[in-house]
């Protein structure tokens, strides 16, 4: 069973045009990130949060937003999309923040495309 | 800042081969290294964990390294098979701050 899950997996949207992209997860993990990977390029963090407290990492562009409505679902807000945004964003999960364990779970990615 | 490097960035190898995969960084104080597999167009599948107190983590055929003195893991992959083409990167998880910094990772093609 599908535990992130991603919606939807292919987004195609009009320059300047916000997207919004969604997660759920079935875990009831308290960390949700979110990454951006271009081709042939190391997925980067944009942002996570820890049950509700958000973390923007310093190099995410203010174009980009977040929203966590409750434990399951994380959203990934794209204001005004530019043609370098054009990437796959993956959403992952971990336990926690500090647990030696802990393994993230990805989900299968939104591919987006930028017209 | 923590960097990660893979190299190579590519491997073709003929099926049935022992091969190994790299990995570097350059902040030897990590949390924990964990391997990815990710196949095109696809997300991430985790494939081993290594905690920092571990020198080494097994998995099948899959067999994960850490070196934290010197900054290296590796992945040993044994007797390939086609269906382990794919692209295979690492994640290094620093501190406490619940985030992991990736390497751009090893593209493997293994030839039937």
């Known amino acids: 069973d599908a535990m992130v899950i991603q919606n939807p997996r292919y987004q195609v949207t009009q320059f300047g045009k916000p997207v919004t992209l969604s997660c759920s997860q079935t875990l009831n993990h308290n960390v949700m990130y979110w990454y951006q990977q271009k081709s042939s390029q190391a997925p980067k963090l944009l942002f996570h949060?820890?049950?509700?407290?958000?973390?923007n990492e310093a190099d995410t562009p203010d174009n980009f937003q977040s929203r966590r409505p409750n434990t399951s679902f994380c959203f990934l807000d794209i204001r005004s999309p530019g043609l370098g945004d054009a990437a796959m964003y993956l959403c992952?999960?971990?336990?926690?923040?500090?647990?030696?364990?802990?393994?993230?779970?990805f989900g299968p990615g939104t591919r987006l495309t930028v017209l | 800042k923590q960097e990660v490097t893979q190299i190579p960035a590519a491997l073709s190898v003929p099926e049935g081969e022992n091969l190994v995969l790299n990995c570097s960084f350059t902040d030897s104080a990590i949390y924990n290294l964990q391997w990815f597999r990710q196949d095109p167009g696809k997300g991430l599948t985790s494939l081993l964990l290594i905690q920092s107190s571990q020198r080494e983590q097994t998995s099948g055929r899959l067999n994960a390294s850490l070196d934290k003195s010197s900054g290296r893991s590796t992945l040993y992959i044994a007797a390939s098979q086609p269906g382990d083409s794919a692209t295979y990167l690492c994640?290094?998880?620093?501190?406490?701050?619940?985030?992991?910094?990736f390497g751009d990772g090893t593209t493997l093609t293994v030839k039937p």
């Open positions: 992952a999960t971990s336990m926690g923040l500090a647990v030696i364990t802990d393994t993230q779970y």
């Open positions: 949060y820890y049950d509700k407290d958000f973390n």
């Open positions: 994640a290094v998880r620093v501190t406490n701050a619940g985030k992991s910094t």
